[in-house]
């Protein structure tokens, strides 16, 4: 059973920067695609960044330039580092995985959810 443990959350002013981690166990990730998605109060939860299972990569238009995700196939792991944060950027933050491999498919996801990461942002 796949898990996913959110860590790095926090609060902080406008224009600062936080680094999440996600450390996934329970399967060999390689060909997974993997990403980071937040839920803001009232709103749908969105994938925000995700990598695939070669490393293509995808940015919410919103968080484009702002954002970088990055993992490491070795230790299980996907970050993801937010430069020039914005009130907006308020939300729980949550890792999640596709043994399917694509950025199509993680936006579908059916893997279970983590707790996830809370990350306030003041102006």
């Known amino acids: 059973q796949v898990q996913l443990v959110e860590s790095g959350g926090g609060l902080v002013q406008a224009g600062g920067s936080l680094r999440l981690s996600c450390a996934a166990s329970?399967?060999?990730?390689?060909?997974?695609?993997m990403g980071w998605f937040r839920q803001a109060p009232g709103k749908e939860r969105e994938l925000v960044a995700g990598t695939s299972w070669n490393n293509r990569t995808y940015y919410a238009d919103s968080v484009k330039g702002r954002f970088t995700i990055s993992r490491d196939n070795a230790k299980n792991t996907v970050s993801l580092q937010m430069n020039s944060l914005k009130p907006e950027d308020t939300a729980v933050y949550y890792c999640?995985?596709?043994?399917?491999?694509?950025?199509?498919?993680?936006?579908?996801?059916?893997?279970?959810w983590g707790q996830g990461t809370q990350v306030t942002v003041s102006s």
């Open positions: 999640n995985v596709d043994p399917r491999g694509t950025i199509a498919t993680l936006m579908s996801t059916s893997n279970s």
């Open positions: 329970g399967r060999t990730f390689s060909h997974y695609s």
